[in-house]
């Protein structure tokens, strides 16, 4: 089972040169029942919602977990929020 994420341009851009190294998913009832007690394969990120044989809008990671912290992101009007980070790249 493969979790896919999908991203506008700005943060797609940014997890592909390797400069954005997680990606945040506000916790909520949604994410919650997605993410909480599962296990995935693959983290797939896509630009967009792309056809599935687009390649170049997408990116696979392998499933390296997640951790819970609070952000201040202009995504959410700059307010302090409970977020899902997902861990895409390892270090």
């Known amino acids: 089972m493969n979790l896919v994420l999908s991203l506008k341009r700005k943060w797609f851009e940014q997890i592909k040169s390797g400069k954005k190294i997680e990606e945040y998913r506000r916790d909520n009832e949604y994410w919650q029942k997605r993410i909480i007690g599962k296990s995935f ?4 990120v896509t ?25 201040v992101s202009d995504e959410w009007d700059g307010n302090l929020v409970r977020v899902f980070v997902i861990l895409l790249w390892n270090d």
């Not at 394969?41 to 797939?44: E, H, L, S, T």
């Not at 990116?59 to 819970?68: A, I, K, Q, S, T």
């Open 47 to 71: 630009l967009g919602y792309p056809k599935r044989d687009d390649l170049s809008r997408r990116l696979e990671f392998p499933w390296n977990g997640y951790v819970m912290k609070d952000v």
């Open 41 to 44: 394969d693959k983290v797939i």
